[in-house]
């Protein structure tokens, strides 16, 4: 379903995280998912996840424009400029994004693997991202401390990755708000492309046009939201706290973007009364 809206509004460069590891008895299914997504819509989508040289090539001919790898990468608190060299034959340079997540740590940010919970001793610099750029088409860097938050940038990442006049750099983390958007264009000097994620989640839905269809839906019926929830889980297969978590999204994008401050208003008590919270 994402996938084929993906190719309708002609969005590019969507990301598929395989969050299961390989000795999950849920990764075969995740990873059959995966590839039809990828199939649905060839070269417009890129796939992370326990990539490494033994599947990358099936992810491509899957229809993946690029691969996105962090921890085959980094080994024991340290780049295996080894191992990127045999993600390099096995993908193509010029479909391999390098994801240099990271956490900050005294004055520095270090890159971060095994889902974000162990710190290397790599900092992200302009250094490394140099020498890594000759190894790689993109960066993907998430500011993991304000990942997920919606409570503002880490702007003194978004200034340092600002500065790198290389391949282009994703930056996600903390985009709540078009003020957010704004503080990230001005601290980065418009070099960084902002997260695909929080737009993606908006859009995936219609919209500002899906927020004001919903809030006058909601002005009728305290319903909506538990409708909502269910076609979430139901027909995109999303688990309880993951629907509502989209929904969330959809909500908070919607008062920062719905012209029509009334309507929002009206969905944020609604979505209240029903025992939500608006993060």
């Known amino acids: 379903f994402y996938a084929s809206l993906y190719k309708e509004k ?9 969050l299961n590891s390989a000795d999950s008895e849920y990764f075969q299914a995740t990873k059959a998912q995966a590839m039809l997504a990828l199939g649905a819509y060839p070269g417009g989508l890129q796939i992370g996840g326990g990539v490494n040289p033994d599947n990358a090539a099936d992810y491509l001919a899957a229809g993946a424009s690029h691969v996105i790898v962090t921890s085959y990468v980094f ?42 919970q162990k710190f290397t001793e790599e900092k992200v610099s302009l250094e490394l991202m140099e020498k890594l750029g000759a190894y790689c088409d993109e960066f993907l860097i998430h500011a993991v401390d304000v990942e997920g938050k919606a409570k503002g940038i880490e702007v003194s990442l978004a200034k340092l990755l600002g500065e790198y006049n290389g391949h282009p750099v994703t930056y996600a983390g903390g985009v709540g708000s078009m003020e957010d958007i704004q503080t990230l264009k001005m601290a980065a000097g418009g070099e960084l492309d902002v997260a695909k994620t929080r737009k993606a989640v908006f859009d995936f839905f219609g919209g500002i046009g899906t927020v004001v269809d919903y809030c006058d839906a909601a002005k009728k019926s305290l319903t909506p939201r538990k409708e909502f929830l269910e076609q979430l889980q139901g027909q995109y297969g999303l688990k309880a706290a993951a629907a509502d978590w989209v929904l969330n999204s959809v909500i908070s994008m919607g008062m920062s973007l719905n012209p029509d401050a009334k309507a929002v208003d009206n969905l944020r008590t609604n979505f209240e009364q029903q025992g939500g919270r608006v993060l």
């Open 75 to 116: 080994r024991d608190g340290h780049i295996s400029w080894k191992n990127l060299e045999k993600m390099v034959d096995a993908a193509g340079k010029e479909h391999l994004v390098l994801d240099l997540s990271c956490r900050k740590k005294e004055d520095a940010y270090y890159v971060v693997t095994d889902r974000w």
């Open 10 to 18: 002609g969005l590019k460069g969507g990301h598929i995280i395989l």
